[in-house]
């Protein structure tokens, strides 16, 4: 999910990675929890409790509605329908908050993503980084070796 928010800061887009409910039988809350922290430490995110991390330039724009985000220490990035209005906001430099919530989401009505929000951030599952697009024919940093076994 993705939208831009207007804050105190001024506009911010928000990039939100969460898992659906389990869709099959090895699925569970469990292993979706550990799926996502894992993701959430190759993304070097902090909870939102913390100061959120600035994870440097994580995100590519490709064309007018698709992001793709570094995950360090993958040979992929991961690509997230994002619509127009959104990567025409970060393509220039606008500042991106990637929001990772540990708990599965199933309904991705607006009220549905308040509530989760708000019950990730008094619970501390939510985790968070802030990014920006990377500029047109610019090279990723190398790999680093990733946290993921």
Wanted: charge should be positive; hydrophobic fraction near 45%; charged fraction near 20%.
């Amino acid at each position: 999910m993705a939208w831009i928010d207007v804050t105190v800061n001024g506009p911010l887009a928000f990039l939100m990675l969460v898992h659906p409910p389990a869709r099959r039988q090895d699925e569970t809350a469990e292993t979706i929890e550990a799926d996502m922290r894992g993701l959430a430490d190759a993304l070097d995110l902090a909870p939102a409790s913390a100061k959120i991390p600035d994870l440097g330039s994580r995100l590519r724009i490709r064309g007018r509605g698709t992001a793709l985000l570094d995950v360090r220490g993958c040979d992929f990035m991961l690509k997230a329908p994002v619509g127009p209005l959104w990567c025409a906001f970060v393509a220039p430099g606008g500042p991106v908050v990637i929001a990772l919530g540990l708990d599965p989401l199933g309904n991705g009505t607006e009220q549905a993503v308040e509530a989760y929000l708000a019950a990730g951030t008094r619970a501390d599952r939510l985790l968070l980084g802030a990014t920006h697009a990377r500029p047109p024919g610019t090279r990723p940093p190398p790999l680093r070796r990733s946290r993921l076994r």
